[in-house]
């Protein structure tokens, strides 16, 4: 069984992370954030990110990056992940100028528990600018097509394995991701601003939404069916965390 926490689209607001830490130590589980935590976005910059240590006071396994997160300007992005002690991950995201990326292109993650199984993360940002434009050309970073890179990405894992996407392109792109790839085991969504008190199921991939602002945290629990050859969720609950602003 697998245990994922998940929150997204925070925004700075701050003061989650005792209740998370409480949570986590009732039932331990993955947590991970599905970006736009910050106050900053893609083209402004504060040196001070306050809710980064909130994060990490939480102690978050990953988060992806959010359109709040990226930065059109390389040293600026990469003064931000500098700043955090939790993983930074996006998958559909590249340099074409060769630099060292600031952030993981993907993640394979062992939860707490013996036997546990790999869990294999993903993170999509949602696409800034189109491949081969002048911006691409001007700031150097190139967005990779994000079902495309997920497709390639589910071949290579192996059979019993778990695959999370953490998205950050909106509800909507998450139903066509889901169709599009029946491989992925489960999809924690952002950037849209949906709040889904059950999970939505696209074929076989179930989609979480924790809506916005912190007012909720998901815990879901994954249990996989080995006739199945995949998981299903066995428990599902949208807890209040910050409440209403």
Avoid: K
């Avoid at 947590?31 to 909130?54: K, M, N, T, W």
């Avoid at 991950?89 to 036997?115: E, H, K, Y």
């Amino acid at each position: 069984m697998i245990r994922c926490y998940h929150t997204s689209d925070l925004h700075d607001h701050r003061g989650f992370s005792p209740r998370i830490v409480a949570l986590r130590t009732e039932r331990p589980g993955l947590l991970f954030d599905c970006g736009d935590a910050l106050r900053g976005s893609q083209s402004i910059y504060h040196r001070s990110e306050p809710v980064i240590g909130e994060l990490d006071r939480a102690g978050y396994d990953a988060q992806a990056m959010g359109n709040r997160e990226f930065h059109y300007l390389f040293p600026l992005l990469a003064a931000r992940a500098r700043r955090m002690r939790h993983p930074l991950v996006c998958s559909n995201l590249v340099d074409t100028r060769g630099r060292t990326l600031p952030f993981a292109s993907s993640l394979i993650l062992q939860p707490p528990g013996d036997g546990a199984r790999n869990v294999h993360v993903l993170g999509l940002l949602v696409v800034q600018y189109p491949t081969g434009s002048r911006w691409e050309r001007i700031f150097g970073w190139r967005f990779l097509p994000p079902f495309d890179v997920v497709s390639e990405y589910a071949r290579s894992v192996p059979e019993g394995e778990i695959l999370i996407v953490l998205s950050h392109l909106g509800l909507h792109a998450d139903r066509v991701l889901a169709a599009a790839v029946q491989r992925i085991d489960l999809i924690l969504g952002g950037h849209s601003h949906d709040t889904l008190f059950v999970p939505e199921r696209v074929g076989e991939v179930p989609i979480v939404h924790a809506g916005p602002y912190g007012r909720y945290v998901s815990r879901t629990e994954l249990e996989y069916d080995a006739t199945r050859a995949r998981c299903r969720i066995a428990d599902f609950a949208l807890l209040p965390l910050l409440g209403p602003p």
